[in-house]
């Protein structure tokens, strides 16, 4: 596993629902793993689920749009709104709006950002 | 009680001024404010021109003290008693005012300077037509001129204002004026001019001249030895100015008055590090480490010093009562802000409810401001002795090394230092031969926008995939000559400054591939300044684990957390055990119910929090531990003594320290948050997060870390351990870097 996106949830969706949803996620190229997850942050913490996938399945830009776009219907498929993908350079999509392109652009400024950061270092393959 | 006659009170006020004039600012306020606030009888234009002359001097004083917007304050009021003074007196008066508001609108160090004000202030002056003012006026203008690097001018403006002011009858000002030219000349290449003008300076600062005065002149005195390569001598005079700074800093018991009179002498430790530095070689290096360790963490420097000194002990119970109403205040309002549903804290309800909160915090802090000046012995009974890193490397312990970061320039880069922008970092470091080493990375701007951005990202939530210091950033921090001369496995102990303060230094990237926490055992002080301080500990055996799993303030359930306490308890209890208390606070009940109320935690030699963390950026003495329904507040750590103990705190955030609190100058480098008070406090180690904690992986790392203490790890060893096992399950830094150790390090009886 050597990317990982995290969805995140305004309110509770519920542990089957999160558990469901986690089963849909198992079916998408290069899924290696998934797991809900909790800060010690006090306040309003947004419930969080992050999924791993292998470095090819986000390498490219066309290849991550596309997974980030099925992780998108997988949870609009659950009834679950309001929820957002976040990337690891913390930039957040939302599930409910963004388009396509919209996704294209993000994740395309990240792959930048990407290489600028960590060209090749730990976790960066 | 204070005067109420117009000529007591100006003798009152010239007493006032004398100890300012000896550099007992605080002190000088204090009278000041109380002639102020007594209530006078008004014996018409005698009374209304006493209280003139008390608002004009205690603006002065307040600038001084760097506090510019109550100066100005001051100034508005002494403005308006203008008007009812005699009319002869008046215009004068007009023109002081607008010279003293003149001097703060054109202070850079001032955040609301003001240029365009400054000059408008200025030329009132000018037409004020009296030649004192004139003068005045031309001193104004030469440190103007100064500011911008225009030495010829400054240098000429000062010697013309110099003159006039001698013919006037003001000394004190003339060689002020002289000290100013001496470094304008220095500044334009020309050492025998800068020397000249200096000795005319001193001869009226030797036998008259204020602290400060005194110590400014020595500086410039030690800056003119540099340049004609007289090194040692520089240092001599160095080191007897940075003496005389520190004694004035060291003055302030209230933080956040000594942390507003800071502001500017951090120009004057830069002055002096370029001194030392001069001398080249290990004397050098060894000088200019020591001054920039000591331009870090005044006040913590100072608070243990007098670590004897409990905050809570013997003070007025109505004060102590008024401190305590605050903190509880605030606990309620906490967890009525957590019982809010997510539209209402977003909307009006929340608002309000954050508005009294901030209210209440405001209370509490001036709570704990009374308390700090209301004891003449806190934080003052002992000031601390000046450092020398080349003692303290050879009193470290074996296997450590050495490394600090110092910014050029002023304020360390800091967001609220209001420095110039750093470009140039100096690192200092000891190799495996416990030698001094220094070399200079340069930063460009876009490196320091990398950094800033950095920063940034690791704050609050960090996703879990994120990429921690950017690569590039790499050798700018960890140059190839330091990771090639510091042993593998040696413990590594951390000084960072300004823009590096909370950046895991553990989780840099070397030669693209390995983090530096896999070469070294990392752990971070404030200053170096802090090693000769540290005093003898002889922590308990007993062990106390305690944790929440639903606290009262309607944060989310930490199922994490019993497991979490439970595992530690299991660890501390394997052969030879050591006394181990677990407490699980329920969501009603307290720390205190429990039977572990905070000022029993002194007993403990290894303290485990597990629970919500806060802290509030701006706020950053009401950082707390959520047990229950009360909090375990920053603060709260002021009013315990801990004997060494080690303190893991696994909760969110609680590692990280303010950067600028509310509207007041509060550095960076002084680590307030929870590492101050628990430091003064006695911890010898604080284990806590830089950012969000993931809560499953805290509770794995946290038992990894506590099984490595167990067995006798040294704390930064432990980490170091616990860092690697969380990393080998969960293979993404931000699930471990964001643990690091803070403290002054162990060492075998008799080194340290």
Redesign the interface.
Known sequence: ?S????ILF??DPGSERLRELQGDLRVLEGFAGAGT???????????AM?V?FAADALGLVSAATETLGKIAEKVRGRGIRGAVI?????VRISIDSASPDDIQKLVSAWQVE?A?????????E | MAPDDPASIDHARKRAMARFEEGEIPEALAELTRLIDAPAADRGARSRQALYYLRLDRATVLRRANRWDEAMADLDEAERLIDGLAPLFQDMCRGSVAHARALILGDPANPGADPTRCLGELARIRRSGFAVLECAADDLESRLAHRAGDWTTAAALARRAAASLDDQGWPAAAATCRRREAEALLGRGDVDGAEAALDAARRHFDRFGTPLDLAHAELVRARILSARHAHDEAWHCTLDALARFDHLIHRFSVLSEQQAFLRDKLERYAEAFAVALAAGGDTGCLRAWSVAERSKSFYLCQLLASGSVALFEGVDPARLRAFEEAGDTLDRLDAQLGRLSRDDREGEPGQQLIARLHDASREKARALESLMRADPRWARVNVPGELDVGRELARMPGGWSLMSYYWEGTGGGAESGGGREPGRLHVFWTDGSSRPCHTVTEWAPQDLELLRASRTRLTGRVPRGATLVPEALGALILPPEVCGSIPEGSRLLVSPHGLLQMLPIHAVVIDSQDFAAGRWAIQYLPTLALLPLARQSNAPDPVLLIGCEQDGFGDRPLPDVPGELRALEEVWSEPPARPVTRHLVPRDGTPDAAGAEVGRWGGFGVLHVACHGDLPADRPFDASLRLGSSSVRSSDFFGIRLDGAIVTLSACSLGRHAEGARDRAVMADEWIGLCLPLLYAGARCVVASTWEAFSEPAARFMRALHAALKRGDDPADAVRWAQDRTASEIPFPAAWANWYPVGVPAGPPGRR
Request: glycine fraction near 18%; charge should be negative; avoid cysteine.
């Open positions: 596993m990317e990982v996106v995290t305004p309110s997850e909790q800060t010690r942050s006090a306040g309003i913490a947004e419930l992050w791993g976040e990337l690891p350079s913390g990407k600028q950061w960590s060209p090749r270092g730990p976790g960066g």
